[in-house]
């Protein structure tokens, strides 16, 4: 995976590096990795504006979003206090 690489989002090429962990510390540049429909490895480069355009159109909109049901739980009363820890065993 060394060498450079282009973004799957507009085609740029990535800057040259001096190492395989340059483009995401240095550039911003985002890789991600999966599977296609026949199942074969799929690697995908983004740069950092064109991630973040991807990763707003995965996210699903608030209208869409499932519900999430919290667990059932039992009345106490009360809600517990907090504990302090002193240092002491």
Known sequence: MLGRQSCLGCGRVSPETNGENTLTTSFGWRLRRGTDDAG????????????????????????????????????????????IRTGKP
């Open 40 to 83: 074969n490895g799929v690697v995908e480069w983004r740069c950092a504006n064109c991630w973040q355009r991807w990763k707003a159109q995965q996210a699903t909109p608030s209208s869409e979003a499932p519900s999430i049901t919290p667990p059932a739980v039992a009345p106490t009363g009360s809600p517990p206090s907090p504990r």
